[in-house]
T-cell receptor, first 113, second 110 residues
Framework: DTGVSQDPRHKITKRGQNVTFRCDPI?????LYWYRQTLGQGPEFLTY????????KSRLLSDRFSAERPKGSFSTLEIQRTEQGDSAMYLC???????????FGPGTRLTVT | GQNIDQPTEMTATEGAIVQINCTYQ??????LFWYQQHAGEAPTFLSY????GLEEKGRFSSFLSRSKGYSYLLLKELQMKDSASYLC???????????FGTGTRLTVIP
């Protein structure tokens, strides 16, 4: 397994457009997390899946944000009506049920112009 | 609420030892993590402490005192490639996510 992968790595979009990011976790990991990171800050938790169930969502996840993990494997994060404040690195991580170590993907850098 | 404090920046000399401190106040505790993050890259796992004491892993060691809400990461025999941000993160009661500090940017100089 090559680790957590994310696509695309970079996305530039105009304000008001919708964007969708994909995350493929490590195959045997049933836990999947989305974080957002802005320059000079640590990652901020957005949402968490256990298999296909979305069990926790941060207050940061406004109604413009939606995440899915339909078959308990890959996940998508969609941002509707993007705003300049959405510009950030969006990180996906996965872990198993045995230890809590989260493995991060390379991230998707979103720039909203 | 959740609060994690760590120094913003540190500088150390190649070959030396550096200690990066982290204090935390969180609702619930299921362990403390240290991650390394090079500029423009994803965080990579360094250590995990859930019980008090010192965990050693090669040139890196991490210490935890739960009663004091305190941890440190110790880096020995510093190398230039250790220049990075070091993120302290706490797993809360639900064990469903990590709460990160803002990170300590370490610069290693010759």
């Amino acid at each position: 397994d090559t680790g957590v992968s994310q696509d695309p790595r970079h996305k530039i979009t105009k304000r008001g457009q919708n964007v969708t990011f994909r995350c493929d976790p490590i195959s045997e990991h049933n836990r999947l997390y989305w974080y957002r990171q802005t320059l000079g800050q640590g990652p901020e938790f957005l949402t968490y899946f256990q298999n296909e169930a979305q069990l926790e969502k941060s207050r940061l996840l406004s109604d413009r944000f939606s995440a899915e993990r339909p078959k308990g494997s890959f996940s998508t994060l969609e941002i509707q009506r993007t705003e300049q404040g959405d510009s950030a690195m969006y990180l996906c991580a996965s872990s198993d049920d045995i230890d809590y170590e989260q493995y991060f993907g390379p991230g998707t850098r979103l720039t909203v112009t | 609420g959740q609060n994690i404090d760590q120094p913003t920046e540190m500088t150390a000399t190649e070959g030396a030892i550096v200690q990066i401190n982290c204090t935390y106040q969180t609702s619930g505790f299921n362990g403390l993590f240290w991650y390394q993050q090079h500029a423009g890259e994803a965080p990579t796992f360094l250590s995990y402490n859930v019980l008090d004491g010192l965990e050693e892993k090669g040139r890196f060691s991490s210490f935890l005192s739960r009663s004091k809400g305190y941890s440190y990461l110790l880096l020995k025999e510093l190398q230039m490639k250790d220049s990075a941000s070091y993120l302290c993160a706490v797993m809360g009661a639900g064990a469903n996510n990590l709460f990160f500090g803002t990170g300590t940017r370490l610069t290693v100089i010759p």
